[in-house]
């Protein structure tokens, strides 16, 4: 588990991309997971190139690739082989084989809410991200936002972030929102057929927020468009929600 293999290192290193023996089972990963996180972060420090002050490059090794499944399957508690070879197969182009390189581009969230706070009372993120190509599914990713909130919270800001996912779809996925159950959110988007933009970034904001010790929720507001137009036969539902 503390053994990299990094063709960057060491180019005779054989690279063919993680196989099933190379994941641990969630209780067996949960023993030694701080320590090999230390591991990845001081790994991850040398393999990355500034692209201006809040825009990064991540050159991926086998043990970064390695480290990202092994997030993700304790995030989504996936505990089936045929769950790690999902995730198997969505992560492996990603490691180098020896005759390339592969980089990961990342904005840097902290950096940016630090460079902002002096100037701010508050800082708000927008998960839905609509005007980036791809970045609704970014942050469906549980592990980017995991990785995101942590940053954020390392930061010590000493001011307010907020989350925005928008709008929600129909009051039963409020619900679900407010009791902070991202399966069932699912679940009822999925009957009901509820039309709700910024969907997989919900379920990922709530799972996150579940494992970073979240709590309890209240709904600040909601609204519709109709409330501003008076024609409620078909209205845009939107509700604002803190979650501690």
Known sequence: ???????????????AGLQL??????????????????????????????????????????????????????AERIVTDEGIEGELDAYNPLVPDGSNLKATLMIEYADAAEALAPYADYLMMNLSCPNTVDGRDFFADTGHLDTCLTALGEAELQLPVFLKVSPLGGVEAIERVLALDARGLWEVVRKEDIS?????????MLTAAK??????????????????????NMVVGYAGVTIS
């Open 1 to 15: 588990m503390t053994k990299f293999r990094d063709p960057l290192d060491d180019p005779r290193a054989p690279v």
């Open 21 to 74: 023996a190379d994941v641990l089972d969630l209780r067996a990963y949960e023993r030694v997971r701080d320590d090999y996180r230390r591991q990845i972060i001081e790994h991850k420090r040398r393999r990355r190139i500034a692209l201006g002050p809040i825009v990064t490059l991540l050159f991926e090794s086998f043990d970064t690739v390695r480290f990202q499944v092994h997030e993700m399957a304790r």
């Open 196 to 204: 709700m933009c910024g969907f997989g970034p919900t379920i990922a």
């Open 211 to 232: 494992l970073l010790g979240a709590t309890s929720s209240t709904l600040v507001k909601y609204a519709t468009s109709g409330d501003i137009s008076g024609d409620r």
